[in-house]
């Protein structure tokens, strides 16, 4: 159990409204009212209002003192919480007084980590938190917060209180054999049966999981003058990028963030491909390759009026096995009866003039990702969590597949099933070692 007091600002080092600072832990309340100018008869979950002092008796700044006992507090224990105005060195002030006073800075997460030892959220929870921190978009802040809600952890208790219940069979036979009938094991398939899909079915939300937490990177490719700056500025809904009739107007690629339908894109404009003798574009060419190759999808952009030239198709080749989406770009350009001279089939035309197919490029790319259902309530897995389930599906299946051989064999049998649960108990943190905390809370910002 941590002993120590910890402090640190709950809110970032900028000039704000109003700024956040937590003390957390036994000697919180000893030390904030030595900061604070009201120093008897502090009630918990009282707001005071007063004036914050360093060690000689300076004020630092005035603000509001709440005190949260524990264990009915965020972290569980002890905690006080300072609001000053949102002033750097204000906020820095009052954290170096606590510091003399006795407190320690905190490290990343850990007023999270100690809410998660002292049992008030579990391990799925915490994540949820960063999660729900770091989310780009709705999407991804809805689905922290049903992770948050509890949403993953109820589903994954309910699996290992079936494991728990089919172990606690088994170990009742072996343990009483006089007393308790023999089981046969074919009565255990079905919940085995169940258990497995559920678990096959909370594996499947990973990629979803994923993508909407991440996102994915989207970039432009084609030959110089296409209309892919032209397009990267319409996708993004504003003019970022330079855009002229000039070929070889983009030499360094641009990234810029924006969301199809909720999801996180990174889209890339890169420099038209075309040979160079240039050596300033010829990096910048070189520069598209490599996001070419990162990238999830890539757009491959020609000027439907031009047509297909030599040059597009040899770009074509190049970066087919991106299975890119095609664009014939300049639509506007075009006669309705030269549509139909372009073999490719699901292409897509669009004009940067007139947002002919930008939407349907939306759609489509949405559609390439799998995500067509609403997909608002539901609950994602991280990559933690797929692991540990992927361990854990491994056994079951191994155990059910081949159930009439553990018939001699069911102390065997129980301590896989046992394997099997303790394995979902990591992923709610009944079980964890440090390394795992470790790994979780330092991804977090300090003072979370
Ligand atoms: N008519 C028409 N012109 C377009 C369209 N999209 C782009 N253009 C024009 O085509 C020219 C080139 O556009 P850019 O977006 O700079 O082309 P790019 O592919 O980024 O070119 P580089 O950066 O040189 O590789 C500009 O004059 C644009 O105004 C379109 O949909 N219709
Ligand atoms: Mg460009």
């Given at each position: ?226 209309g ?74 020609f000027d439907a009026f031009e047509g297909l ?19 014939a770009n300049k639509a506007d350009l075009l006669l309705d009866k030269d549509r139909k001279k372009y073999y490719?089939?699901?292409i897509i035309f669009t004009s940067?003039k007139t947002?002919e197919g ?91």
């Amino acid at each position: 159990m941590t002993k120590d007091t910890i402090v640190a600002n709950a809110t970032p080092l900028i000039p704000s409204a109003v700024s956040i600072i937590r003390i957390s832990g036994k000697d919180a309340l000893k030390i904030g009212q030595s900061i604070f100018s009201k120093k008897e008869d502090i009630k918990p979950r009282k707001v005071y209002f007063g004036k914050f002092k360093d060690s000689e008796g300076n004020i630092i700044d005035e603000g509001i003192f709440i005190y949260f006992k524990a264990p009915y507090s965020f972290t569980g224990e002890d905690v006080v919480e300072i609001q000053t105005h949102g002033s750097v060195p204000v906020v820095k002030k009052i954290i170096n007084e606590a510091i003399k006073l006795g407190a320690r800075f905190a490290e990343p997460g850990e007023f999270t980590k100690r809410a998660f030892l002292n049992g008030k959220i579990d391990l799925t929870q915490a994540e949820a938190i960063a999660q729900l921190i770091e989310a780009k978009t709705e999407k991804a802040s809805q689905a922290a917060v049903n992770i948050l809600e509890g949403k993953l952890s109820s589903q994954v208790r309910r699996l290992r209180d079936a494991l728990m219940n089919i172990e606690s069979l088994i170990e009742a036979e072996l343990n009483f054999p006089e007393d308790v009938e023999e089981m046969p094991l074919e009565s255990i398939k079905n919940d085995l049966d169940n258990v497995i899909r559920q678990i096959k079915q909370l594996l499947s939300t990973y990629k979803k999981g994923k993508l909407i937490t991440e996102g994915i990177k989207l970039a432009i490719a084609g030959r110089p003058n296409v209309g892919k700056s032209s397009l990267f500025n319409a996708l993004i809904g504003y003019e970022r990028a330079i855009v002229s009739d000039i070929q070889g107007t983009t030499r360094d690629f641009i990234e810029e963030s924006f969301n199809i339908q909720g999801i996180p894109v990174k889209l890339i404009d890169t420099a038209g491909i075309r040979h160079s003798t240039d050596e300033i574009e010829k990096i910048g060419i070189e520069k598209t390759k490599e996001k070419i190759k990162e990238a999830d999808i890539v757009l491959f952009v020609f000027d439907a009026f031009e047509g297909l030239t030599e040059e597009d198709l040899k770009i074509y080749e190049d970066i087919k096995h991106k299975s890119p989406i095609i664009v014939a770009n300049k639509a506007d350009l075009l006669l309705d009866k030269d549509r139909k001279k372009y073999y490719f089939k699901d292409i897509i035309f669009t004009s940067t003039k007139t947002q002919e197919g930008i939407q349907e490029l939306e759609n489509r790319i949405f559609n390439i990702l799998g995500l067509t259902e609403d997909i608002d309530s539901e609950v994602y897995i991280n990559l933690r969590h797929q692991e540990i389930l992927e361990k854990s599906l491994k056994i079951l299946e191994k155990v059910n597949n081949n159930l009439k051989d553990y018939e001699n064999f069911k102390e065997i049998l129980m301590l896989e099933i046992r394997e099997a649960k303790e394995h979902l108990s990591e992923i709610i943190g009944e079980i964890t070692t440090e390394d795992v905390l470790g790994n979780i809370f330092s991804s977090f910002c300090i003072g979370k």
